[in-house]
């Protein structure tokens, strides 16, 4: 994995109201490229897998809650710079702190149902992609 790649996850809430196109629409045009993508729902398992680093904090349990609620858009993004780039955005984990003209503002309720994920390191990057994809599944 290069460090020109990152993961995000477009979050129940946000398909479930209908932003997958809208999401898609602004991470194509904040000038990342889709390397792979899938539509799935994540089982308790994969989820409690997933946020395994927040399994000591006291929303971990909300948080599985909420992340298998319904189906979710996970992708592989690539750019210069995909990581931090990526961050800026989708904007601050509550949507009432993430700056103007952001994912997370334009599209999140509160701080668990905030619309999609991004990486916080290429080293997890690497890591959350090869969670959801093979190989063979992305270019
Ligand atoms: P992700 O991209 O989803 O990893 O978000 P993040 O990197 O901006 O935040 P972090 O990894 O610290 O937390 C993971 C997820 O846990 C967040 O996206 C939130 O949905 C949820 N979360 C984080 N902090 C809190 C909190 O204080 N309360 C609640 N209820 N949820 C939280
Ligand atoms: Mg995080």
Known sequence: MTTKRTFTMIKPDAVNNGHTGNVINDILA??????????????????????????????FNDLVTFMISGPIVAAILEKENAVEDFRTLIGATNPENA?????RRKYAKSIDANAIHGSDSNENAAIESNFFFSSFERF
């Open 30 to 59: 904040g000038g990342f490229k889709i390397i792979a993508m899938k539509y799935l729902q994540l089982t308790k398992e994969q989820a409690e897998n997933f946020y395994g680093v927040h399994r000591e904090r006291p929303f």
């Open 99 to 103: 700056a103007e003209g952001t994912i």
